[in-house]
């Protein structure tokens, strides 16, 4: 890994190691500013094969140099094939920079499956910064219907079940003067209960294995929420990072320009005292001079 900064025509954009569905112009527009400011962005990205250097991140950036009229740009130059450099994009972005969109990450799994099918996709998941449900879905469209039917009839179920202890009980009204009930007739409270009752009772009882469906079901859509929250804690926090070293940059830059002033200041000072110490060396020359052709003539 190498610091150089590159001409920017000898930099290739056209590799195919563009991840993100297109460039920002927002973002364009504010890293110019920034580096018309004099602030230093972190360096782009490129492999080189030997013959080309291919962009692998950094393209936002590629373009405001670009738009200052920058000749070159400071990049951490790898060495490697245009392989390496779309797998190198397609991982890019994932903790800084510009917030992927939803088709950004689409587009950067879709170029994994494609480079690299045999991967699994929880490792291309890994690799892109998405959950492995986002790949399973992108790899097999069916797989995608299939979670869409999941969480529609899982919604539905939480949408219409009622509990039978939620149930409000049926209203008993009461019959004046009724009769007592014949020492020979069993009463309600202790009659057996009836095949009917039994088979209702029966039927509202969850049965094991739609429980263990809802289970299956909850577990994965934790699963997938906890992934893209865990991603999007990661650029929140790369963002924040971000914002804050181009801060503490500028502060830097702007602490080292008045050093910089001071040195001036302090170096022209230095060489007004050196002249003023040659003309009263000068002088003190002439003097002794004379005096010596003084004492010579006495």
């Not at 364009?28 to 962005?41: I, N």
Request: charged content about 30%.
């Amino acid at each position: 890994m190498t610091i150089k900064h590159l001409p920017i025509g000898d930099i290739s954009i056209d590799g195919g190691t563009q991840a993100r569905v297109e460039i920002n112009a927002a973002t364009v527009d504010e890293y110019a500013e920034a580096l018309t400011e004099g602030e230093a962005l972190p360096p782009a990205i490129v492999i080189f094969d030997g013959a080309k250097h291919y962009l692998a991140d950094g393209f936002h950036r590629y373009h405001a140099y670009r738009k200052i009229g920058a000749r070159t740009i400071e990049c951490e130059v790898r060495t490697g094939t245009l392989r390496d450099a779309r797998f190198c994009a397609y991982g890019a972005n994932k903790t800084h920079g510009l917030r992927r969109t939803n088709e950004d990450k689409r587009k950067a799994v879709a170029g994994m499956l494609a480079d690299f099918a045999d991967w699994s996709d929880r490792a291309i998941a890994k690799h892109v910064g998405v959950s492995h449900p986002f790949v399973a879905a992108i790899r097999n469209p069916e797989t995608k219907d299939r979670q869409a039917q999941a969480r529609d009839a899982s919604a539905a179920k939480t949408a219409t079940k009622v509990k039978p202890a939620q149930q409000a009980p049926e209203p008993v009204s009461a019959v004046p003067d009724a009769p007592a009930p014949a020492a020979n007739v069993e009463s309600d409270s202790t009659r057996e209960p009836t095949e009917t009752t039994s088979k209702v009772e029966s039927d509202s009882t969850p049965k094991g294995d739609q429980q263990a469906g809802r289970i299956a079901e909850l577990e994965q859509l934790a699963a997938e929420l906890l992934a893209d929250n865990t991603s999007m804690a990661a650029v929140f926090e790369a963002d924040d990072k971000l914002a804050t070293a181009l801060a503490e940059n500028k502060r830097l830059r702007l602490e080292i320009g008045g050093l910089r002033e001071r040195v001036n200041g302090l170096m022209g000072e230095k060489n007004t005292a050196i002249r003023l110490m040659k003309g009263w060396k000068s002088k003190a020359e002439k003097f002794e001079k004379a005096l010596q052709a003084a004492g010579v003539a006495a």
